[in-house]
């Protein structure tokens, strides 16, 4: 097992529906079976207060608009938050950080599909993430139309704001997310995601372990 002095940091992204959350367990569970500690958090949240953004981001159904520029001040100030309280300091104590989301959703979300300056929230991810990138990201892939099959096929935890945007909407966030892909292949892996969930657990599992054993 190679020496982690700093810890090792993986993200997780993708569309809505694309099955990130069983991923990540299931990549956390095979790590400690492998004798790594390992933390497991998500964006936006990740600390009490990190939450409470998050469910103004997520949630907010009321009169007054969330504009895209305070959405994304919103989801850069829950990552400023998460990233010194939660992830930095887990990463300095030599731990495997495995995170739900992180700021290539921004990119894909705020970015590509709210058409907000992608120079100013090159910046601000950098800024906000105290200038950490993740050392290997999986992008579960998957059409937005399959994704929303399955969101409709599985219990709400409530309204979610990005669930109710159309489908161009999340056409042009797959779209971002792939570009990033094409521009980060070291870093940014591509999964399909319509594959049936034991496959993607082994296809991670190689990746991760050229990585890290």
Known sequence: M?????????????????GKSSQVERLAAYLRSRGMEC???????????AECLRTMVKSHHG???????????????ARAQHAREVILPALD??????CDR??????????????????IISALNLFAAGGRKPDLTFLMDLPPETGFLRIRERESDGYDRFEHEDLAF??????EFLRVARNEP?????IDAAQDRNTISEIIRRVVDESLF
């Not at 190679?2 to 694309?18: C, D, H, V, Y």
């Not at 933390?39 to 207060?49: D, K, S, Y």
């Not at 070291?186 to 591509?190: D, G, Q, T």
């Open 2 to 18: 190679m020496s982690l002095k700093q810890g090792f940091f993986i993200t997780f992204e993708g569309p809505e529906g694309a």
């Open 39 to 49: 933390l497991l958090t998500r964006e936006p949240g990740g600390t009490p207060l």
């Open 63 to 77: 009169a007054e608009t969330i504009h895209p520029e305070t959405e994304l001040l919103l989801i850069e100030a």
């Open 93 to 98: 104590a030599g731990k495997t950080v495995i």
């Open 102 to 119: 992180f700021y290539d959703s921004t990119t894909a979300y705020q970015g590509g599909a709210r058409n907000l300056p992608g120079e």
């Open 170 to 175: 999340h056409r042009a966030v797959r779209s």
């Open 186 to 190: 070291e870093r940014v892996k591509v």
